[in-house]
């Protein structure tokens, strides 16, 4: 499967912010457990992967891509990252654990507390891309020979080893679905928080 937008710029902004602006602790549920759900689906699939990053990918976006398993992404114009600390806010565990797994400890911590948005050179340089292309058609066939390579490997074979190696975050999300929802719902309604995503969004206002 190929991960990819039809926007022009935009592979994925992230989350839609406003559902985190003032609240509806009900529908904050609601839309946080789909999250939940939606990664854990495309981060444990039985078939292959790829994401072709054809425009910024902020947060939630940069979460997605790298959730599966290989990235391609057009550059050079392109950002993308975990930037959550930029917007006054922190990345839950499952999104940095999944960061980790893509680049590593030390590069996910600096990623992650600086909320840094990496060009598509800098991406590739820190791994947390895999192939940069100049343009959309070429990413997209880029992605399709990785997919390609899968052909010739069991699928049986493929999933298990897919699933050994993802398992520790899997599981944690698992085990801990309640609790995080009920840390997202109690964080949303702290008035610093509000304060800070009411700046980030003045801030996207053109
Ligand atoms: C101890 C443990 C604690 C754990 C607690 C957990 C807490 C919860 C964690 C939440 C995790 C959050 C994940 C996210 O994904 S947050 C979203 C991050 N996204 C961004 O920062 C993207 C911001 N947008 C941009 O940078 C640009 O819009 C972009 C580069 C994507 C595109 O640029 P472009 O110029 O084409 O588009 P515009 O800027 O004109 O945007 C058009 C309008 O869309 C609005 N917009 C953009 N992105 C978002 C968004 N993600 N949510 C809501 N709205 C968004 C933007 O304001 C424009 O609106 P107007 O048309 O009204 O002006």
């Known amino acids: ?38 990664w854990l689906s495309l981060y444990t699939t039985s078939f292959p992967t790829v994401s072709v990053i054809n425009g910024h990918s902020p947060a939630g976006g940069c979460l997605f891509a790298m959730s599966c ?14 930037n959550e600390t930029k917007l006054g806010i922190v990345a839950p565990k499952w999104f940095q654990d999944t960061m980790v ?14 909320g840094k948005m990496y060009t598509t050179d ?22 399709t020979q990785f997919l390609n390579n ?8 493929y999933k298990m080893t897919k699933d050994i190696s993802r398992q520790p975050t899997v599981q944690w999300l698992i085990d801990n679905k309640q609790k995080d929802l009920d840390f997202v719902i109690k964080y949303m309604q ?3 928080v509000q304060k800070n ?8 206002k053109k």
């Open 101 to 114: 797994a893509v680049i590593g400890q030390r590069k996910a911590e600096v990623s992650l507390t600086t």
């Open 1 to 38: 499967m190929i991960l990819t937008s039809g926007l022009q710029k935009v592979f994925c902004a992230g989350l839609d912010i406003t559902e985190f602006y003032n609240p509806n602790p009900d529908r904050l549920s609601k839309f946080w457990t789909t999250l939940q759900d939606t």
């Open 190 to 192: 702290s008035p610093t």
């Open 69 to 82: 398993d290989y990235r391609v992404m057009v550059g050079p114009n392109y950002t993308i990252g975990l």
């Open 122 to 143: 800098e991406a590739l340089q820190i791994g947390l891309i895999d192939e940069s292309l100049p343009d959309a058609n070429s990413a997209l066939k880029k992605g």
């Open 150 to 157: 899968f052909q010739k490997i069991s699928p049986w074979a």
């Open 197 to 204: 995503l009411e700046l980030y969004l003045q801030s996207l």
